[in-house]
T-cell receptor, first 112, second 113 residues
Framework: DAGVIQSPRHEVTEMGQEVTLRCKPISGHNSLFWYRQTMMRGLELLIYFNNNVPIDDSGMPEDRFSAKMPNASFSTLKIQPSEPRDSAVYFCASRQGNYGYTFGSGTRLTVV | GNSVTQMEGPVTLSEEAFLTINCTYTATGYPSLFWYVQYPGEGLQLLLKATKADDKGSNKGFEATYRKETTSFHLEKGSVQVSDSAVYFC????????????FGKGTHLIIQP
């Protein structure tokens, strides 16, 4: 199993540009989570999906953030327009039932 | 709401020293408790977990016991190695459904040879 796959690993973009982060969960996992990690706030849950349906997006900081899961093997997190304060490492994780969460390697986003 | 509090770092120890990283939690239900480890430039890896009171999770020489009476899940290791240098996160999951993890701020552990 290749684990949770995130792309890109690093993204540098200019303020105001649209950014799309991608995640491929582990096959057979029915829950998917997006987290953001910063020095100031630590790890924050942004949104999670169960069976491709968004369950809780209360952690999404602003309307500039949106997430989709069009099928069981793919999810995107989009920021439009991006701002310097969005700079962080974004992690995707997946889970099957009561088993442990498996995290991807993360996308380091820098907005200049 | 749920919260996790863990000791501030960095924690610096010599190789073969005994390690304790404290973790306490607040939760409304009966949470599952986890320790995750993050090596530089990598994602989080599950280190160990416990799903009910008095359970002991263990892996790679690390242990933690779910103490409901003190709402704690302290991480211990009898003899640390340089390769244990990483950031350690205590986390909880409230309930058995598809909910998210609530993390502590993380403790940076540095092991010196």
């Amino acid at each position: 199993d290749a684990g949770v796959i995130q792309s890109p690993r690093h993204e540098v973009t200019e303020m105001g540009q649209e950014v799309t982060l991608r995640c491929k969960p582990i096959s057979g996992h029915n829950s998917l989570f997006w987290y953001r990690q910063t020095m100031m706030r630590g790890l924050e849950l942004l949104i999670y999906f169960n069976n491709n349906v968004p369950i809780d997006d209360s952690g999404m900081p602003e309307d500039r953030f949106s997430a989709k899961m069009p099928n069981a093997s793919f999810s995107t997190l989009k920021i439009q327009p991006s701002e310097p304060r969005d700079s962080a490492v974004y992690f995707c994780a997946s889970r099957q039932g009561n088993y442990g969460y498996t995290f991807g390697s993360g996308t380091r986003l820098t907005v200049v | 709401g749920n919260s996790v509090t863990q000791m501030e770092g960095p924690v610096t120890l010599s190789e073969e020293a005994f390690l304790t990283i404290n973790c306490t939690y607040t939760a409304t239900g009966y949470p599952s408790l986890f320790w995750y480890v993050q090596y530089p430039g990598e994602g989080l890896q599950l280190l160990l977990k416990a799903t009910k009171a008095d359970d002991k999770g263990s892996n790679k020489g690390f242990e933690a016991t779910y103490r409901k009476e003190t709402t704690s899940f302290h991480l211990e290791k009898g003899s640390v190695q340089v390769s244990d240098s990483a950031v350690y996160f205590c986390a909880l999951s409230d309930g058995g459904g598809a909910d998210g993890l609530t993390f502590g701020k993380g403790t940076h552990l540095i092991i010196q040879p």
